[in-house]
DNA sequence: CATGAATGAGAGTTCATTCAT
DNA sequence: GATGAATGAACTCTCATTCAT
């Protein structure tokens, strides 16, 4: 597969995750794709077989490019930011997933694990869950060291955060939510770590 | 309608909640939930016209007969129980319905209002939640009149606890979850009401 | 599967087989017997899933209704006819379905098999040709009683003679074959059952 | 056309004789052919405009290459060999063909030639078998003469022979048949023609 | 000459939906 | 009311064939 190839099916998974974000994942079909692509039936089928196959791609391309999470880390770590600044960053850029449903795969994501039981260790939504849950505890864990933090289960309060998290994502997505409802949540989470600080 | 009518509509309903707990919602066919019955195609359509009026039913069906809530609550309530037992009371039986995916219409449910956006006023789940928290904040702040809980934001408490049990049942969905995982969530949201201040 | 139902799929049935008599089995679509017989895409799906299950049946109906071997065989053995005039019967039958080429379903069963290997037990075409042979032996056998014949070897002779037909038939699919051309090697056969008469 | 061209297009056809000979004719796409030479899909349409074009150079080139039957005739009349050798050697390269499935163009043959009626001039299937007739016929007059064979009518013998080495050649590819079958058939042939008059 | 990406026709298959009985 | 045969739209997938490079 040439250098023009890899451009192609950069440009056929770019379109697809449009797809995917407006429609979910069950609905898609290689058809809705292909019109978004504009070529022909035949020639998606020469770059992927299954609209499965191409959703994984676009799960883990949005990894790698749409970064957001890793980036505000990286940048926030590094630049000495306060525990409980960065924790907010983290906090603010969920928010701001939450908010975008336009974009945002997470319906088409949680359609795709509703039907494609991955195992636990291959499972990227496992693996985030728990990369994430490690991160905040870290995050908590020296938040009290300076002081910034009241907490007795750093480890416990983290899962709290991501599972809250997780709620708000799927009833932003089955209910809708507003960006003030996400605040609330949000600044109660802080709350309770800042409590009696 | 005359009341056999009401009976085989019954049984319909009964048969494609069974359908529906075992493959979701986008995955049924009014196909599925004939053959599920053993009724003709024609037969069904004199009842229904699509899955998604079906699954309306079922879903509006659910509440009404598999209560569960409600019907703790009310015992428990009457009963003069403490505050805190209701609350484990009511924490248990999500537990229960979190565990038991066989029988559940999680996925289904989600996987409906991801296709079927309701205006919020009429969107069960939203209902649900809603009225699950003001419950369980009335609860904690009787919990707190009597000692038995220590909370300044009985609200904010409430809606925590209510995302956190949204979270993990989207994740038992995705990603799968133990009753173990399950027991460490429901402690640790019991143990920050308890929480000698 | 009413009455009605039994009639379409004969219906069904007899159109394939002038399609499959036609263009043999390879080429034939599900589309063409649809075309055939006139029906909708789907409608031939409620009676038939594959063009192969639709040839077995064909198969089996002509065992069935356009006899011929069997038929002949009986009335001319309950007529008392003498053992030559029964072979030459039985090779008279043979010869008019050789030439028969539009109405045979001669080139569309040998594709099949080529493409389907059943179990011996369960392929017709052996079962077939084992039961002529051991016909066309007895016949032999009687005849070599009656004087009718010379033979050493009724059994080698039956299953040279069945060997034979099978050649013409493949040749009258291949390179074509004319009356003419059968009628030589069928006086062949039966001037070696007659020499030295 | 060059000489690197040639020997291309010679590639070409001996990959596609494997072909072939695993899956019959009618099966095999340019696709299979081209996957089989591992050259591009535009580049087999250089040297060949169809599967039937291909195959017609195919059997072409087997009467070239493949020999054997001249070869084993040549050599053994050359080497003065009696009539009923030479018979005898040829039925058995018969049987070798017959029983060697795997490297053979049968099944290919007859489906290529179910769906391509060439006229009997140019039918490679008809030569081949007038061919042999004459030889097999030659064959048998000399044993007469030699007095090895006893036969009233060569020709019709000859003709005999070759119909029943097509029936064995049908039925090995459609029942199947074994080695000691193909015996049998063939002593009951030599037999016929040393029998003692 | 050679490549392989691209096209589009066409086959298979499934279902929602209708309708005569 | 109830049946189930029938229809036709829509989707998946595969190839022969072409053509710019």
């Known amino acids: 597969m040439g250098e023009k190839s890899v451009r192609k099916k950069q440009f056929i998974l770019k379109k697809a995750r449009e797809v995917f974000a407006e429609r979910g994942y069950k609905d898609v079909t290689m058809k809705d794709i292909v019109d978004a692509c504009q070529i022909s039936r035949g020639g998606l089928y020469l770059y992927f077989d299954s609209t499965k196959e191409i959703f994984l791609e676009v799960l883990n391309m949005k990894e790698g490019s749409e970064s957001g999470e890793e980036d505000v880390f ?3 770590i590094s630049e000495n930011a306060s525990s409980s600044d960065i924790l907010a960053l983290f906090l603010q850029e969920q928010k701001k997933e939450l908010c975008n449903q336009a974009e945002s795969l997470t319906m088409a994501t949680y359609e795709f ?5 991955l195992p636990k ?3 990227p939504l496992k693996t985030q869950f728990d990369g994430a849950v490690q991160i905040i505890e870290k995050l908590i864990s020296d938040g009290v060291k300076t002081g910034e933090f009241v907490c007795e289960d750093p480890k416990g309060a983290s899962r709290n955060i991501m599972y809250v998290l997780e709620g708000l ?11 003030k ?8 989470l802080m709350k309770g ?5």
Do not use: D, P, W
């Open 181 to 188: 409802a996400v605040n609330k949540e949000i600044l109660y």
């Open 169 to 179: 994502r799927i009833m932003s997505q089955t209910v809708g939510i507003t960006e």
């Open 193 to 197: 770590l800042l409590k009696e600080a």
């Open 74 to 76: 990286t940048k926030a």
């Open 121 to 123: 260790n291959e499972n």
């Open 113 to 117: 694990f509703f039907a494609n039981k």
